[in-house]
């Protein structure tokens, strides 16, 4: 049995504006996790989890049900809002994973809905999580120079690397190609690789940050919850380096870019145009 595929795809879209884990950005109407999905197939993985909200169900349902749900199963997690904390949004993408944690059932790794990572990210990974040993804990690191737009800033989280082993990671907000720490700097864009061990580390943490009483806005996401458990238990995640590239939608202005992207891999060979055809 292969390792499982969880994406997160239950984000909110408001820089967006719309649901930018459906924009067909691909030459035969495609997502990017259609993309990451055929990867995936192809490396390892079996089956797929997706973290959605239930207002999105039926659109998310009609998509996979006509593109990868025929190629592996795919089973769904519901991350809704607290309204009893006065929140408009969800808790963040730690708490996504682990609304998904009864589904998941072995060695896993988890993707945004919104990024494309490239089939030789996908496959080191695949490699990592199938290895013939117990798996651990992994991510895949991206060169930040290569994940940075032409012009403005982003947030990125860095990631200090010392003998393959994550020692820290930390985010940086007003990150610019002008304003770039270090050339060789690594960066998570979640692409992440856990065992089972892994979820009941994130329980605590969670537990943790909402015993801190947080605000309406406050999130508690996946790259925080990493960095709290290595701070106290360093050499517990390996850092695997991305050959391949990253692109990835934001904001609407991203997807001209994605787009220009993926018709120049469908050119070249490296995709199919039409990725599902039976």
């Given at each position: 049995?292969?390792?499982?595929?969880?994406?997160?795809?239950?984000?909110?879209?408001?820089?967006?504006?719309g649901?930018?884990?459906?924009?067909?950005?691909?030459?035969?109407?495609?997502?990017?996790?259609?993309?990451?999905?055929?990867?995936?197939?192809?490396?390892g993985?079996?089956?797929?989890?997706?973290?959605?909200?239930?207002?999105?169900?039926?659109?998310?349902?009609?998509?996979v049900?006509?593109?990868?749900?025929r190629?592996?199963?795919?089973?769904?997690?519901?991350?809704?809002?607290?309204?009893?904390?006065?929140?408009?949004?969800?808790?963040?993408?730690?708490q996504?994973?682990?609304?998904?944690?009864?589904?998941?059932?072995?060695?896993?790794?988890?993707?945004?809905?919104?990024?494309?990572?490239?089939?030789?990210?996908?496959?080191?990974?695949?490699?990592?999580?199938?290895?013939?040993?117990?798996?651990?804990?992994?991510?895949?690191?991206?060169?930040?120079?290569?994940?940075?737009?032409?012009?403005?800033?982003?947030?990125?989280?860095?990631?200090?690397?010392?003998?393959g082993?994550?020692?820290?990671?930390?985010?940086?907000?007003?990150?610019?190609?002008?304003?770039?720490?270090?050339?060789?700097?690594?960066?998570?864009?979640?692409?992440?690789?856990?065992?089972?061990?892994?979820?009941?580390?994130?329980?605590?943490?969670?537990?943790?940050?909402?015993?801190?009483?947080?605000?309406?806005?406050?999130?508690?996401?996946?790259?925080?919850?990493?960095?709290?458990i290595?701070?106290?238990?360093?050499?517990?995640?390996?850092?695997?380096?991305?050959?391949?590239?990253?692109?990835?939608?934001?904001s609407?202005?991203?997807?001209?870019?994605v787009?220009?992207?993926?018709?120049?891999?469908?050119?070249?060979?490296?995709?199919?145009?039409?990725?599902?055809?039976?």
């Amino acid at each position: 049995m292969g390792a499982q595929l969880l994406i997160l795809a239950a984000g909110m879209g408001r820089r967006f504006g719309g649901l930018k884990q459906l924009d067909l950005v691909g030459p035969a109407r495609h997502t990017l996790m259609d993309y990451t999905v055929f990867d995936a197939l192809r490396s390892g993985f079996d089956r797929v989890v997706l973290v959605i909200r239930r207002e999105t169900e039926s659109e998310m349902r009609s998509h996979v049900e006509w593109g990868f749900g025929r190629r592996a199963p795919v089973r769904y997690a519901f991350q809704t809002i607290d309204a009893t904390a006065g929140r408009s949004k969800p808790w963040g993408t730690a708490q996504a994973v682990l609304t998904a944690r009864d589904l998941l059932t072995g060695p896993f790794a988890v993707v945004n809905a919104d990024d494309f990572y490239g089939a030789p990210a996908i496959a080191e990974m695949g490699r990592h999580l199938t290895a013939d040993r117990r798996p651990g804990w992994a991510m895949v690191g991206y060169p930040m120079i290569e994940t940075l737009p032409a012009e403005g800033c982003v947030s990125r989280a860095l990631v200090r690397v010392e003998n393959g082993w994550m020692r820290s990671i930390e985010e940086l907000h007003g990150v610019s190609r002008e304003t770039l720490p270090d050339a060789d700097a690594r960066v998570s864009m979640n692409l992440w690789g856990f065992d089972l061990e892994f979820l009941e580390h994130l329980e605590r943490g969670w537990q943790d940050f909402l015993a801190g009483e947080p605000g309406p806005d406050d999130e508690y996401p996946l790259p925080t919850a990493v960095g709290d458990i290595v701070a106290t238990t360093p050499g517990r995640v390996r850092v695997l380096e991305a050959a391949g590239m990253w692109c990835g939608m934001t904001s609407a202005a991203d997807g001209q870019e994605v787009r220009r992207v993926l018709a120049g891999l469908v050119a070249e060979g490296r995709y199919p145009e039409r990725l599902w055809v039976v």
